[in-house]
């Protein structure tokens, strides 16, 4: 499969904006920033639109989840729209019982934890991503130069998920599963790995420009066990894009250990989280890596001479790597004050 | 879907090993299993509620290959080495007696030490000894370990010594086991010039700790972590498929490899039978025969060939059993009434009384030995993997493996770039003709 004639990277309108040259190595002359959720729970408008709507029905609401999605591109003026939706937004469309408990997180009335379990996991139908494709095409035709990154949830991090019934700790049951039944294992995370390859295809095929894979658990895992157990199920999600010419970003949060192994997967880019440096990432990679992050969230309630040093620092380091994308560590948090977003967009811009 | 490039025929450790190692080089492949599991011989049965190693219970030290496929497999943290306990001997005639403990295959390392002389007697020890004297003029023709061996150290060492362990090791009398299938022997004999001497060398250049080692819960994990790769690796598995035929194998999409016999030749092989007993026997507690007992052939006390007390050898596996004791008894011919008889040759061969109600559980089970496939029996460009190529045992058969799919895949890359060169130059063709259109 291949891309359209009129897809935004092929048809001239995000070929040449900053985030897509530095994605494919090519420093532009301006560093690119953009935040991991930065469409959501900081933003006033957001919340006032969310007001009646449930989570994960706002996500497969095409006019909701254009708007979210738009919301803090006009506010920040970012170089990337982030597609909004939820890491649970592919197993719900396949059929699994989900909701999001707020507070909490996802939460799965029949979690998935025998071979059983597993066997009843249907494979998802295309068709099912109508909302998905509806909302990135009224959000791309918006957009204009702004590239819009597609986003899934790593097998993992899906199958954590599902395992565990919600949100958890330490993974403990997923991570348990693992051993005493790989064989189910393997085959629930190759079933993540492709309904989250099949919403990736979706999301290009409506307009995305980049996509990026989110590993939100990885840190739980040894290198052996990343290598060994998750890294070939998050390659095959990948693979789903065969022939499709977009950059692929991957992001862990916690992946030290494994920044290699999760670049070897088939990344183009690899996210760092605010645990290395990114001249260490850049170190552990051998060099040669677009790199992406790594603003510390934590920073962002911190006096602003504070977080501009940060911000400052960051981009040094940064320089080390043929490209660097600017973006946060980790996603932002609902009690960000969304103004200091804005402004660390202005001081990237300006520090070029 | 992509096309299949390698089809595997037997889901066998030979099978399953060539699948993932396909897989993992990023190669579309499918396996097809006449049966309805993985693993062939290696297989686990569920004795006294414990699961135990059905077939294949350690696997040889040497060159690392198996022990380097667990680790890849995750298992690095569970390799085992059997207890220190030597292993003992049934002469035909007399109670059991150690075996020496510096030998290799029951060769003697020192003919004339204690314990050799205690199982051979002094004449056949004198015999033994006369290896050193007698000069190695190298090797004309195809010969037997057993026929080395009673050249140069005496019938008595083949048959008291020698044909017990190398049965024991590949269910093979000696005077059927050409002497290349033991690694370096015909190379350290040239060397040293005497049999005793070979072996003493060979022991030297062992590593240290044992010649065979084994997996905390059992060989048979092995499968279950190669069968989880496959799925892993996206290798599409067939089960309850049986390609009876060498003309079958062309229906088979992409390169075939052949893992399992009976495909290319009709089966030969031995038929080896074992028992195996969970017993309540605290007199086992002292472990009266160390890791177990070697049958001499012609012994007629008994018709086991051998006994591997495994609770004394495993360490984990004398865990599992809380108290209990399991032995295994190999048969080359099946008695009748197997529990019975494998209960009365357990008493002979431990040397405890062990009346019928000390046998808490019992368990049969019967594999086919395959004989190698003779030259002629292999099918020119047919990739033959398993038991029938690679030699006995998990090294040897998952060593060759290793090597076939290292051939296959360099030959497959060389086929990728022709292919992509073709493509090239259709692509070239194509662009020359546009501008042409366009001049």
């Known amino acids: 499969m291949t891309l359209n004639t009129d897809h935004p990277l092929l048809d001239g309108r995000t070929a040449n904006s900053p985030t897509i040259r530095a994605y494919w190595g090519d420093r532009p002359e301006t560093t690119p920033v953009w935040f991991m959720r930065q469409a959501g729970r900081s933003l006033p408008e957001y919340r006032k639109l969310r007001e009646g709507n449930e989570m994960l029905e706002a996500c497969l609401t095409p006019d909701l989840a254009s708007e979210i999605t738009m919301q803090p591109v006009r506010r920040h003026k970012v170089d990337a729209a982030i597609f909004f939706s939820d890491i649970v937004i592919p197993a719900k469309l396949a059929g699994v019982e989900v909701e999001i408990v707020p507070g909490r997180g996802p939460v799965f009335a029949n979690p998935i934890r025998t071979a059983e379990d597993v066997a009843k996991l249907r494979p998802i139908d295309p068709a099912a991503f109508a909302p998905i494709r509806e909302a990135v095409a009224q959000t791309v035709a918006q957009l204009g130069n702004t590239p819009l990154i597609g986003f899934a949830g790593a097998p993992f991090t899906l199958a954590s998920y599902l395992v565990e019934g919600g949100p958890s700790k330490d993974q403990q049951r997923a991570r348990t599963l693992m051993y005493s039944d790989p064989q189910t294992w393997a085959t629930l995370l190759n079933w993540c790995a492709d309904i989250a390859g099949?919403?990736?295809?979706?999301?290009?095929e409506a307009g995305a420009s980049a996509v990026q894979l989110f590993d939100s658990w990885v840190g739980s895992l040894s290198e052996q066990q990343y290598v060994r157990r998750v890294a070939p199920h998050?390659?095959?999600?990948?693979?789903?894009?065969?022939?499709?010419?977009?950059?692929?970003?991957?992001?862990?949060?916690g992946s030290g250990e494994v920044l290699q192994a999760m670049h070897s997967i088939g990344a183009d880019v690899m996210g760092v989280d605010w645990r290395i440096p990114l001249d260490e990432a850049d170190r552990r990679l051998g060099g040669g890596v677009p790199l992406q992050g790594n603003i510390d969230p934590a920073l962002l309630g911190a006096p602003w001479h504070v977080l501009e040093a940060h911000v400052r620092d960051v981009m040094n380091r940064g320089?080390?790597?043929?490209?660097?994308?600017?973006?946060?560590?980790?996603?932002?948090?609902?009690?960000?004050?969304?103004?200091?977003l804005t402004k660390i967009v202005e001081l990237v811009h300006q520090e070029g | 879907m992509r096309t299949t490039e390698f089809t595997v025929v037997g889901g066998g450790i030979a099978g399953l090993v060539t699948a993932r190692k396909l897989a993992m080089a990023g190669r579309t492949v499918r396996l097809i299993e006449a049966s309805n599991h993985l693993g062939g011989t290696v297989a686990s049965h569920r004795v006294g509620g414990i699961n135990v190693d059905a077939g294949a219970e350690s696997f040889a030290t040497r060159g690392n290959t198996v022990a380097d496929l667990a680790r890849e497999l995750g298992l690095g943290d569970d390799i085992v080495s059997p207890g220190d306990e030597g292993a003992w001997l049934q002469p035909v005639a007399g109670a059991a007696l150690p075996l020496p403990s510096t030998g290799i295959l029951g060769i003697p390392a020192t003919p004339l030490?204690?314990?050799?002389?205690?199982?051979?007697?002094?004449g056949g020890a004198l015999r033994a000894q006369l290896d050193s004297l007698i000069p190695w003029f190298?090797?004309?023709?195809?010969i037997s370990l057993g026929a080395l061996v009673r050249r140069r150290m005496g019938k008595a060492v083949v048959e008291k010594l020698v044909a017990p362990v190398v049965h024991g090791v590949y269910s093979l009398h000696p005077d059927d086991l050409p002497i290349e299938r033991v690694a370096t022997l015909t190379e350290r004999l040239a060397l040293h010039g005497s049999l005793a001497a070979a072996v003493r060398s060979m022991r030297e250049a062992m590593p240290a700790g044992t010649a065979v080692q084994g997996i905390r819960g059992g060989i048979n994990r092995l499968v279950t972590e190669l069968a989880a790769d496959l799925t892993t690796y996206g290798v599409i598995v067939e089960f309850e498929r049986r390609i009876e035929s060498a003309e079958a194998l062309a229906e088979l999409d992409g390169t075939v490899i052949v893992a399992a016999p009976g495909i290319l030749a009709p089966v030969r092989g031995r038929t080896v039978t074992l028992a195996t007993l969970v017993l309540a026997a605290p007199e086992l507690d002292a472990e009266?025969?160390?890791?177990?007992?070697?049958?001499?052939?012609?012994?007629?006390?008994?018709?086991a060939r051998a006994l591997t007390h495994a609770t004394a050898k495993w360490q984990w596996l004398k865990e599992y059993a809380e108290g209990r004791h399991i032995v295994r008894l190999s048969y080359n011919e099946e008695p009748a009434n197997l529990a019975e008889v494998a209960r009365h040759d357990a008493e002979i061969l431990l040397g405890v009384s062990l009346p019928a109600e000390s046998v808490l559980d019992f368990a049969r089970q019967q594999w086919i030995r395959p004989a190698a496939l003779a030259p002629a029996?292999?099918?020119?460009?047919?990739v033959v993997v398993g038991e029938t190529v690679g030699g006995t045992g998990l090294a040897g058969i998952i060593t060759h493996a290793n090597a076939a799919v290292d051939r296959l895949l360099l030959l497959a890359d060389a086929a990728d770039v022709e292919t992509e060169a073709d493509e090239d130059a259709a692509a070239e063709a194509e662009e020359d003709e546009e501008d042409e259109q366009l001049s």
């Open chain 2, 138 to 142: 190298g090797k004309r023709t195809a």
């Open chain 2, 288 to 303: 009266p025969r160390g890791s177990g007992v070697l049958v001499a052939p012609g012994c007629t006390t008994v018709s």
């Open chain 2, 113 to 122: 030490d204690a314990q050799t002389i205690a199982v051979l007697g002094l």
């Open chain 1, 198 to 204: 099949e919403f990736l295809i979706a999301q290009v």
């Open chain 1, 234 to 253: 998050s390659k095959r999600a990948f693979s789903h894009l065969r022939g499709y010419e977009v950059p692929k970003v991957h992001f862990g949060v």
């Open chain 2, 377 to 382: 029996e292999r099918t020119d460009g047919v």
């Open chain 1, 319 to 340: 320089r080390v790597a043929p490209a660097h994308v600017v973006n946060l560590g980790h996603g932002v948090g609902p009690e960000t004050d969304p103004d200091v």
